[in-house]
């Protein structure tokens, strides 16, 4: 049997390529055809697609690669939507288009990371030089009756994070609609000293029009937490991200449940299903790491073999 053939080719929006491209996508990921080009308009000025085509021309993998922004000072380009047909597995073609992209953004002096979306990828993504690097905590919060009694004690504390209103903690919820660049400022001067990737302005615009119609992020107490709420309805509410300020995980490892808690109780959910920048599961693999963030890999390393809360990581 002759060996099929295959050509790597970028994916121009509205191209043939394209198509196939958004097809793929469609597919595997379950999004909609509106979606697909709602990101690539979204991204329009950042962003490429890369298809691998057997002699026909059908697009049998295919990837997309777009700027989401910055992490130590160098510009962070995202393998996302990383896909190939089922009977075309096994083939390398996935490997061809992730190797491709990686050295492209490697070339450009960027830094290339990608999303294991389970735990077996970490070992497939690790065979082209990317390690595990960002992590996050992911937890299912009931929404009891909150206990006020706890927090008698925290009424009096200043905070003192740059770009965070100077306001104690206090035991009753204040949800407000945030602005993207505000909640921005907030999200930096939070996760100072961790590592994380500060998003551009294209994936600040993504993230809020994927949250609660472009109306989920939020300030809680204005400004001792921020979050951004995926979806809400009587079952659950999904917070893609519950940033604390730092004071009050030092005060309180628990401040993060309660405060869900009592989101779940706002929004007249059960429960609360949040993510939080943490040292649970692998949210990020990153290649062309600086050298100077060698210490911070250790550290992430030892994470990755230890996860805090039992997260399976393979």
Same mark, same amino acid.
Do not use: T, W
């Given at each position: 049997m002759d060996k099929k053939e295959f050509r790597?080719?970028?994916a121009e929006y509205g191209s043939a390529e394209y198509e196939g491209l958004r097809d793929l996508w469609c597919e595997v990921f379950d999004d909609t055809a509106a979606y697909v080009d709602a990101f690539y308009d979204n991204f329009s000025d950042v962003i490429s697609g890369y298809v691998v085509t057997d002699e026909g021309g059908m697009v049998c993998s295919a990837l997309t690669c777009h700027l989401c922004g910055t992490y130590a000072e160098r510009p962070v380009y995202v393998s996302y939507a990383i896909c190939t047909?089922?009977?075309?597995?096994?083939?390398g073609l996935a490997a061809r288009l992730i190797c491709l992209v990686r050295d492209k953004v490697a070339d450009a002096g960027g830094i290339s990371i990608l999303?294991?979306?389970?735990?077996? %990828?970490?070992?497939?993504?690790?065979?082209?030089g990317y390690e595990p690097h960002f992590f996050i905590d992911e937890r299912a919060v009931l929404s009891p009756e909150f206990n006020f009694d706890e927090f008698d004690d925290f009424d009096e504390f200043d905070l003192d994070i740059e770009g965070a209103d100077p306001t104690p903690f206090r035991a009753e919820i204040d949800l407000q609609p945030l602005p993207a660049e505000k909640y921005n400022r907030y999200r930096?001067?939070? %996760?100072?000293?961790?590592?994380?990737?500060e998003p551009s302005p294209d994936m600040l615009s993504q993230i809020e029009s994927e949250t609660m119609n472009g109306c989920g992020l939020y300030s809680v107490n204005r400004g001792d937490a921020?979050?951004?709420?995926?979806?809400a309805?009587?079952?659950k509410v999904v917070l893609t991200e519950l940033i604390l300020n730092p004071v009050l995980k030092e005060l309180s490892f628990d401040i993060d449940n309660e405060i869900a808690s009592m989101i779940a109780r706002r929004f007249?959910?059960?429960?609360t299903l949040f993510i939080t920048p943490g040292s649970g599961r692998c949210q990020g693999m990153i290649y062309g790491l600086p050298k100077e963030s060698a210490e911070q890999t250790e550290e992430?390393?030892?994470?990755?073999?230890?996860?805090?809360?039992?997260f399976p990581i393979g």
């Open positions: 790597i080719k970028k047909r089922k009977n075309m597995r096994g083939q999303s294991p979306a389970e735990p077996s %990828l970490i070992s497939y993504y690790r065979q082209f930096e001067a939070f %996760l100072a000293g961790q590592p994380h990737i921020i979050c951004a709420v995926k979806h309805d009587p079952a007249g959910a059960a429960e992430n390393e030892y994470y990755y073999e230890n996860p805090y809360y039992g």
